[in-house]
């Protein structure tokens, strides 16, 4: 079954510590998206990346993290200088000369 | 700058009446539009696409949208809303392999 999964569900990060959230695909896609969600906000990119090894900054990228070791895998890591981590995380991943993305359940954020 | 608005933060209708909901774009080249819709606390499903070609596009769930270039839109549209259309609908613009989406429209539907 193809798909994107993220872990966890639900999260809970305490005051200074950093927290790392999963995303995997096997859809054998090579971009992959990392986009926070706030109420009555939208979604805004956080990083992206086209091709393993490689990532780029989004719109909201400080007090975020990154890496793209392996094709299937986009973990993002919430540092403690993100002063207000609560949200709604989600990963989308796009294939090769596609333009539509596809995006995982997401992993909601919150802080202790 | 490239943007996306979608006018209507909250729209309520009742089960069984049509459904139009609103999103206008600000972007230079012919854009690459999409419509997501996702549930509570759920991921975004895709309803529809348009990238080129016939300017009413028909997508799942009985969903249909229509391009307008002149009035920067693309509007969503349902003849016939179901209880369980109730989310909430993101309208996005490609954007050099991005996305830009709009604020998000959430839908109720009254029984």
């Known amino acids: 079954d193809g798909g994107i999964t993220q872990s966890p569900k639900y999260l809970f990060r305490k005051e200074g510590q950093n927290v790392t959230l999963s995303c995997e695909q096997n859809?054998?896609?090579?971009?992959m998206y990392w986009y926070r969600q706030d109420p009555g906000q939208g979604l805004r990119l956080i990083y992206y990346?086209?091709?393993?090894?490689?990532?780029q900054k989004g719109d909201i990228a400080e007090g975020y993290s990154v890496s793209r070791e392996k094709k299937e895998s986009f973990p993002l890591t919430v540092t403690s200088a993100q002063k207000n981590p609560t949200a709604f995380y989600l990963c989308a991943s796009r294939g090769r000369g596609k333009e539509t993305q596809y995006f995982g359940p997401g992993t909601r954020l919150l802080v202790l | 700058a490239q943007s996306v608005t979608q006018p209507d933060i909250h729209i309520t209708v009742s089960e069984g009446a049509s459904l139009e909901l609103r999103c206008n774009y600000s972007?230079?080249?012919?854009?690459?539009l999409f419509w997501y819709v996702q549930s509570p606390g759920q991921g975004l499903q895709l309803l529809l696409k348009y990238f080129s070609g016939d300017t009413l596009v028909q997508g799942i769930k009985g969903f249909e949208a229509e391009f307008k270039r002149s009035q920067s839109s693309f509007n969503l549209r349902k003849p016939s809303v179901h209880w369980s259309d109730a989310a909430e609908y993101f309208c996005a613009v490609r954007n050099t392999g991005k996305l830009i989406f709009g604020q998000g429209t959430t839908l109720q539907v009254k029984p």
């Open positions: 859809l054998n896609h090579d971009a």
């Open positions: 972007y230079g080249a012919t854009p690459y």
């Open positions: 990346s086209q091709i393993v090894n490689d990532f």
